[in-house]
C-alpha cells in the first residue's frame, strides 16, 4: 500500500518533540511531579510540585513557585520522554544550555488542596477549538 501524504511519526516509550502541541500532549498526563533544573549540567533546584498550567504562548514564562508550575512549552526548544521498564515516564524539557527533568509522581496528597488543573494553548498558536482543560463538568451554573 503506498500513502500519498507525510505521515506524522508515532512516538512509543521514547521520543523527541519539537512541535509545541505535541509537547503539550505529553506534559497533559502529569499532575504531580518530582523535578531537576540544570543549567550546564551544575544542579540549580530540585523539589515536588503540581503542573497547574500548561501552555504555548510567545509572551509568558514558565514558573514555578509554591510547589506550583506553570509551564509554558514556548520556553523550551524541545521535549525528550524516556519510558523504564517499569512503565516509569521521564520527560526532559530542553533551552540552551538547561534542562527541566519532571518525573510524573502519583502522590494525590501533594495535589490535595491544589487548584484545578488548567491545559491552555493561547488562540495565537493554535485555534480557539484548541484549548484543553481537565475540568469534566460543565460550567451551567
Do not use: W
Request: some cysteine; proline content about 4%; hydrophobic content about 40%.
Amino acid at each position: 500500500m503506498h500513502v500519498s501524504r507525510s505521515l506524522p511519526p508515532l512516538l512509543v516509550g521514547d521520543g523527541t518533540l519539537t512541535n509545541p502541541r505535541d509537547m503539550v500532549r505529553a506534559l497533559e498526563t502529569v499532575e504531580t511531579f518530582a523535578y531537576a533544573y540544570r543549567v550546564d549540567g551544575e544542579l540549580i533546584a530540585e523539589g515536588k510540585a503540581t503542573l497547574v498550567r500548561i501552555m504555548a504562548d510567545e509572551e509568558s514564562a514558565s514558573v514555578l513557585v509554591n510547589g506550583c508550575m506553570f509551564l509554558n512549552v514556548a520556553s523550551f526548544q524541545y521535549l525528550n520522554f524516556h519510558t523504564d521498564a517499569e512503565g516509569q515516564s521521564r520527560i526532559e524539557l530542553f533551552v540552551e544550555g538547561a534542562a527541566l527533568e519532571v518525573t510524573p509522581l502519583d502522590e494525590p496528597e501533594i495535589r490535595g488542596n491544589q487548584r484545578q488543573v488548567i491545559r491552555l494553548m493561547e488562540e495565537s498558536v493554535f485555534d480557539a477549538s484548541s484549548i484543553v482543560s481537565l475540568d469534566d463538568e460543565d460550567d451551567e451554573d
